[in-house]
């Protein structure tokens, strides 16, 4: 069966009522590539097949990596393909929501679920050894110490024990422990950084963020982020989908990081929005081959 013939029936169950919220979220760390659009062909067929709207936000708290030139390039490469149409007038930017992420760490605070670290991650990985490619869990070096809040910048949430379980539109039933995955979570770095599983959960919350369409590389991102939206108040958690990957032949994903070929550079090449819709589809599993697509045939991959 293929995948949007497998796709197709659970998102009509689940997305059966129009103006559902979603999102598109990269961070300005680099230029667009191919796995943003991979992405993108997920978020703008799902949300125009199944009458939802799309909110452009820009992950850019990690003020170390992000640049504004990136982000500018970002907004160029939305217009050319043609994306920008289906958005909102507002961009929402996460360096510009200090404020929101301070009120929700003071109302976790105020209940006595935070506290200060002063472990690094060196320090974590030292005292746990691990097998190739299981995740680094904090053991809780920190949650009893008592450590001074003047000495480090650094702030963790107390994760609960027990099970998180969600079902996935694309993958079905789920069932996480964030507890013993990744331990308690930090959401405040050492240099004053809000996180991204912290700043995520306070936005989707604040936006009200209904689905949340994402690479599967965040799979295990879901259930700590239950918990915490929990935490802060939330009732009902979004439906949520993860796609597969675009991966080089040895299994690593695509990345900004790594000089992957981007957007604008094939766009300087003289292919087309179009062909490279058709490109992103296929190789996302979409459809069999990498015909070309615009814009209004994406609703048509998912029903």
């Excluded at 230029?31 to 703008?44: E, P």
């Excluded at 970002?74 to 360096?95: F, I, K, P, Y």
């Excluded at 949340?212 to 965040?218: V, Y």
């Excluded at 296929?282 to 070309?292: F, I, K, T, V, Y």
Aim: hydrophobic fraction near 40%.
């Amino acid at each position: 069966m293929s995948v949007v013939r497998r796709l197709a029936p659970q998102l009509r169950g689940a997305l059966s009522t129009t103006g559902w919220r979603t999102r598109f979220a990269p961070a300005p760390t680099g230029f667009l590539h191919l796995g943003h659009l991979v992405n993108a062909v997920h978020v703008w067929g799902i949300a125009r097949a199944y009458g939802g709207r799309i909110l452009l936000r820009v992950e850019d708290h990690d003020a170390t990596r992000c640049r504004p030139e990136y982000e500018a390039a970002l907004h160029e490469d939305l217009a050319w393909l043609g994306l920008d149409r289906d958005l909102g007038s507002e961009t929402v930017r996460q360096s510009d929501r200090d404020a929101y992420y301070t009120a929700a760490f003071a109302a976790l605070s105020t209940r006595g679920l935070t506290y200060a670290c002063v472990c690094t991650r060196r320090e974590i990985a030292a005292a746990q050894p691990r097998a190739a490619g299981e995740e680094l869990c904090y053991p809780g070096t920190c949650r009893d110490r008592g450590v001074d809040p003047a000495v480090t910048q650094a702030r963790r949430v107390r994760m609960a024990d027990g099970v998180e379980s969600f079902d996935d539109l694309r993958l079905g039933a789920q069932r996480q422990e964030p507890g013993t995955q990744c331990g308690d979570l930090l959401v405040r770095d050492r240099n004053g950084h809000w996180t991204y599983q912290f700043a995520v959960v306070v936005d989707d919350l604040a936006q009200e963020i209904d689905v949340i369409i994402r690479g599967e590389d965040l799979l295990s991102s879901t259930g700590r982020q239950w918990q915490l939206a929990r935490l802060l108040g939330r009732r009902t958690m979004p439906q949520v989908l993860h796609h597969a990957l675009v991966t080089h032949p040895d299994g690593t994903k695509l990345s900004k990081s790594n000089g992957d070929t981007s957007i604008r550079e094939r766009r300087r090449d003289g292919v087309s929005a179009a062909a490279l819709f058709g490109e992103a589809a296929w190789l996302a599993g979409l459809q069999a081959s990498p015909r070309a697509l615009t814009l209004d045939d994406l609703a048509g991959l998912f029903v």
